[in-house]
C-alpha cells in the first residue's frame, strides 16, 4: 500500500502493454486487458484518496473508451474522493477530458481529481 492513498483501485486489469521493465507486475500472470465488473461495483465512499489503475494503464490506447468512461463515471458518483491517476499516455488522458469539456481532469466539470503521470518509459 502506498503512504500517499487510502486504497488502490484497480477496474481495468490485465497484462499492460507499456511491459516497462521495472514494473512490479511484470511477472505476473495477469490475463488481457479487460473492464473488471466486481471492481466496478465497488462502493468508493467518501473523503478518500484513491490510486485508480496501480497495475495496469487504464489510458493506454488498447483500453476501450467506454470502458474508461464507466470508470470515470464511477468516480463522479463517488465525488467525495480524490482520485489520483498514473498513464504513461498522458495525451488520452487529456483528450478524454477535452472531450468532456475540460483540458484536465481538475478542470471538468464535475469531476474532481488530481492528477500524476510519467511520460516515456524510462
Ligand atoms: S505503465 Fe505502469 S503498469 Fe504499465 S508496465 Fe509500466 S509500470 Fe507497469
Wanted: charged share 25%; glycine share 10%; proline share 5%.
Amino acid at each position: 500500500m502506498y503512504s500517499w492513498c487510502d486504497f488502490t483501485w484497480n477496474p481495468i486489469r490485465g497484462k499492460c502493454p507499456h511491459a516497462c521493465v521495472y514494473c512490479f507486475m511484470k511477472d505476473r500472470d495477469v490475463g488481457p486487458l479487460r473492464l473488471d465488473e466486481k471492481a466496478l461495483a465497488d462502493s468508493l465512499g467518501s473523503g478518500r484518496t484513491i490510486f485508480v489503475g496501480s497495475s495496469t494503464d487504464m489510458w493506454a490506447d488498447a483500453v476501450r473508451g467506454d470502458r474508461i468512461w464507466q470508470v470515470l463515471n464511477k468516480c463522479r458518483h463517488y465525488d467525495g474522493n480524490k482520485y489520483i491517476f498514473q498513464t504513461k499516455n498522458p495525451s488520452r488522458l487529456f483528450k478524454s477530458c477535452s472531450q468532456n469539456g475540460g483540458s484536465r481532469p481538475a478542470e471538468t466539470p464535475g469531476f474532481k481529481a488530481k492528477w500524476a503521470s510519467i511520460t516515456g518509459k524510462l
